[in-house]
């Protein structure tokens, strides 16, 4: 390593904090401003904007920085490069400029449970001993898509298949042929989107009929367009290609049968699942799992008298931006632009003591219990 000292079978945390990364807290840094719960691209611009207006900053990333971008070799959308710049880039650009402006970092450490003491918050860390506390808290924590878990398809990550919208890349399949599963909404706009450029598109359904998961707008769209051909009934059992995702083959799950079928692209969207699962009841949640914020808190449950700010949850003073926003768009572009723009919302929660406190609804089905 850096410092010639030999590693054996190290850990994740082992390894980073070889490299002179952060993975554990330093003597007497145990309170601060906000914490920020991921460092996706989300977290890291909330960490910068954070720390370079002044706010005493902690990141917690229980993997490493970057998130689910952090898996891209080439972001093509995002605005101002032109060509591209992978994930990994950018995040390592976002990790060294919030550490510039003063943020810490705490990496290869989970944030397990939150729950608010008095005026702060007080967060548990896997290996870190005791609680950290903090005024706000932001969740910045993303989402997991499901995996296909066909080893030959796995290793090919990146490299044909893609997991998520990943619509950046539906300029490469131009010409080519492109196959998405999944039997929801988004699967069938990943579908349309790709067949403005593909020369074919397969879509590959589970359920024996597209209605079962799928708006009728856009089943039937999806029926009438020129290049579109929809297996219901179906799944991907395997694939393959050298260097590069160059087949598919789908199994009729009526009959056992198998086909291969010529893919440049896979774009799997078998589903996201939020990071979300260790959140106490209190903080709302759609029926994905997704966190409510702003408008979408108001009413019964939210316990103040003032309007829950544009990205806070239905606890006050705890926000949620990025991919683990129910709503969220799901783009590099628009998870940095909300970790940027929450930034002022925690100002105004911990300068104005009415945004802060608030007054506790008379009619609130039930209000946060402050230990
Ligand atoms: C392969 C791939 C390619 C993509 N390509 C593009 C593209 O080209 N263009 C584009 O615009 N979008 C792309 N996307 C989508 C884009 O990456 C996401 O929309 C974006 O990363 C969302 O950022 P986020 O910060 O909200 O969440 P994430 O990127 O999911 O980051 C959340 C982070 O939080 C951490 N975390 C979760 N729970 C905890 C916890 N309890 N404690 C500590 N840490 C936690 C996770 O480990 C993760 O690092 C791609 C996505 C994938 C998967």
Known sequence: MLDGQVLV?????????????????????????????????????AAVYASSEGLKSLIVERESIGGQ?????????????????????LAQRGYQQA???????????????????ADRFALSIDDVVGEVTARTVLLAA????????????????GAGVFYGASVSEA???????????????????????????????LLVVRAPALSQGMSD??????????????????????????????????????????????ADGLFVMIGAQPHTQWLPDEVRRDSGGFLAVGADVGGEGWPLERAPLPYE??????????DVRSGSVKRVASAVGEGSVVVSQLHGYLQDPAQRDGKPRESAAGTVPRT
Not at 188 to 197: E, N, V
Not at 230 to 249: C, M, Y
Request: hydrophobic share 40%; charged share 20%; glycine share 14%.
């Open 9 to 45: 079978d190290p850990t994740d945390a082992q390894i980073v904090h070889a490299w002179g990364i952060p993975t554990s807290l330093a003597e007497g840094e145990r309170d601060f401003d906000v914490l920020v719960v991921g460092a996706g691209p989300a977290g890291l611009a």
């Open 69 to 89: 971008a952090g898996a891209s070799s080439l972001i093509r959308n995002y605005l101002g490069f032109s060509r591209g710049l992978s994930g990994a880039e």
């Open 99 to 117: 550490w510039v402006f003063g943020a810490s970092f705490l990496l290869t450490r989970q944030v397990t449970a939150i729950r608010r003491d």
């Open 142 to 157: 993303g989402v997991s898509y499901r995996r296909l878990n066909i080893p030959e398809l796995e290793a090919l990550s």
């Open 171 to 201: 300029q490469a399949m131009t010409g080519r042929c492109a196959v998405v599963i999944g039997g929801g909404n988004s699967a069938g706009q990943a579908a349309l989107h790709l067949a403005r450029y593909a020369q074919r598109v």
């Open 217 to 262: 707008y856009l089943s039937t769209e999806l029926e009438s367009a020129p290049g579109v051909e929809i297996r219901t009934g179906a799944e991907i059992v395997a694939g393959g290609g050298t260097g590069r995702l160059e087949h598919v083959v789908v199994r009729d799950r009526a009959s056992g049968s198998n086909t291969t079928v010529d």
């Open 313 to 322: 949850t239905s606890l006050p003073g705890l926000f949620a931006v990025g």
